[in-house]
């Protein structure tokens, strides 16, 4: 029996494929098929730029830019174990993928001046096929052949995620956004689907409610405000009954005087 898997399915492997910015089809451009998957991807969502100013075009009311950072390893040396099969190895190492993946930094065509613009596909898997723009490779040539052919390397790319305005509507690349960022939506209902409405209800619970306790206690502290203006009304038409009451002393008093001054002035008429 053969020691392979027969139902292990066959792993896809990452490319990145050149098409023209205008064109509705992806046929005649470069083509990067990644030798090895990295190990690790990261991808980096931001409204910066790289001197950590805010993006003018990517506010924080429209779309993040999203760059994307992996390395790239090649290496020759399963080919020139067999060099009558791989005589394009034996001649120039892995000159030619490092020339293709190059050209890629390059608008299309030798006359710079006249030559279209071009897309960028990244592909990885078949959920995340994005148009970009590659930003920068960093070259590593790590071992090297009689001829100084270099054999094994390492390359470092940066790429950006171009934006919906950047693409020409109907393109290969506008039409690769447009259906990447449709899948995002349908992934993202899969997850609140898979969480559950219990754990969904138990951090609703959780959540703190729309600041009930601060308007209760406002409410509080206004009544007990309205009550010491209350209190302090109450203790003043106390203060205004005293000055009512004094004042009607004061007058009976006086009247009492004219009453014993009127009773003494008969007596002494009386006497006369």
Known sequence: MSSEF??????????LLTVNADANTS?????????????????????????????QAASPQGTPTEIINLTLE????DKLEQPEKNFATVQN???????????MMYPMGADTVKAASKVILFAWGTKRVLPVRLLSLKVSEEAFDVNLNPIRANVDVCMRVLQLSELKTGSVGYNAYRNHFSLKDVLALLYKQSIGKSVSNQISNQTPKATSNSVTGVTANENAASGTVTGAAGASGVGASKSVVTKKSVTATKLKRNSTKRSVSFSTRKKH
């Open 6 to 15: 027969p139902r292990r399915p066959t792993p896809l492997k990452g490319y």
């Open 27 to 55: 046929d005649n451009g470069s083509l990067f098929i990644f030798q090895y998957n990295p190990h690790k991807l990261v991808r980096t969502l931001t409204f910066l730029t790289a001197d950590g100013a805010i993006n």
């Open 74 to 77: 090649l290496d020759a040396t």
């Open 93 to 103: 190492g892995l000159h030619p993928a490092l020339a293709t993946l190059e050209s």
